[in-house]
């Protein structure tokens, strides 16, 4: 199986680089191409075999599952450039969020399939979300599945729940981080403790709490109920965050659904199709 990356930036390379070090793919298996030739040859230079095409439409056509990893905006151009590279019995997956189904399958003669990647498969950890189009059978559900089953979790999700479920899989990576971040440089300040102990204490202290919360059974409220000790340091400083953080949250997801509905209209545009009304938390 030839697997073909278009794009090797950030998502595109952090894929690249996972399928190979946990094994689900061997260099001779990867076709990459890439605006920046440089980009392209560190990574031949990282891992010898990666075919390196001289174009896009090389890449598509010389790959039994091709990996759109450009911006949302870059989507219409890129794919007047490889459709007729393309065939009915490829897979095309798309990881970039607001690009829809039906924008890739009015244009392309492929499978379509959107995958949501995460930061955190680059350790082999966190989730992928996986929203199928109507061509893919059982059997190519499964492929793309299995692929990604050596970097993470694989979870199908409705295409109206990308956003929301990204909020958490992708983008939450680095809300938790800023959290920690700013929780870190207050400890810091107010003790003086070793920047570098705390944050390692910080670490431990997520990767445990994902456990728990994964194959601990226990559900937040649970987990926050058996810490917070009543009348305790804990549950007075829960009390704290919760009024701290009145209407943080909603105003969280607001903010990513309105980018995102922003993003969507201006592909629909693109793409030559009139945008549905729809609230932004509908999609």
Not at 252 to 273: A, C, M, N, P, S
């Amino acid at each position: 199986m030839k697997v073909g990356f278009i794009g090797t930036g950030s998502m595109g390379g952090l894929l690249i680089e996972a399928f190979l070090s946990s094994g689900a793919l061997e260099p001779q298996q990867v076709l990459a191409s890439n605006r920046s030739q440089g980009r392209l040859l560190r990574l031949q230079q990282r891992h010898p075999g990666i075919i390196l095409c001289e174009s896009n439409k090389e890449t598509a056509a010389g790959s039994d599952i091709v990996f759109l990893c450009v911006k949302p905006l870059e989507f219409k151009t890129l794919t007047d450039e490889i459709a007729a590279s393309l065939n009915s019995g490829q897979i095309v997956v798309s990881i970039t969020s607001p690009v829809q189904l039906y924008h890739l399958e009015s244009v392309l003669p492929s499978k379509i399939a959107k995958v949501i990647p995460s930061i955190t498969n680059n350790v082999k950890s966190g989730s992928s979300l996986c929203i199928f189009g109507s061509r893919l059978d059982k059997q190519d559900r499964l492929i793309v599945q299995r692929l990604l089953s050596f970097i993470s979790v694989s979870v199908e999700i409705p295409e109206d729940h990308t956003r929301i479920s990204s909020d958490f899989s992708s983008c939450g990576p680095a809300f938790i981080s800023f959290f920690v971040e700013r929780w870190i440089e207050a400890a810091v300040e107010a003790t003086g403790i070793d920047e570098a102990l705390i944050s390692r204490l910080a670490g431990e202290m997520l990767l445990g709490t994902g456990k728990l919360l994964t194959e601990g059974s226990f559900s937040p409220q649970e987990l926050q109920e058996r810490v917070a000790v009543r009348g305790g340091i804990t549950a007075e400083a829960l009390n704290h965050l919760r009024s701290s953080l009145e209407g943080v949250f909603e105003r969280l997801i607001t903010t990513t659904h309105d980018k995102y509905d922003e993003d969507v209209e201006k592909l629909d545009l693109l793409f030559g199709r009139s945008s549905l009304a729809q609230s932004p938390l509908d999609r």
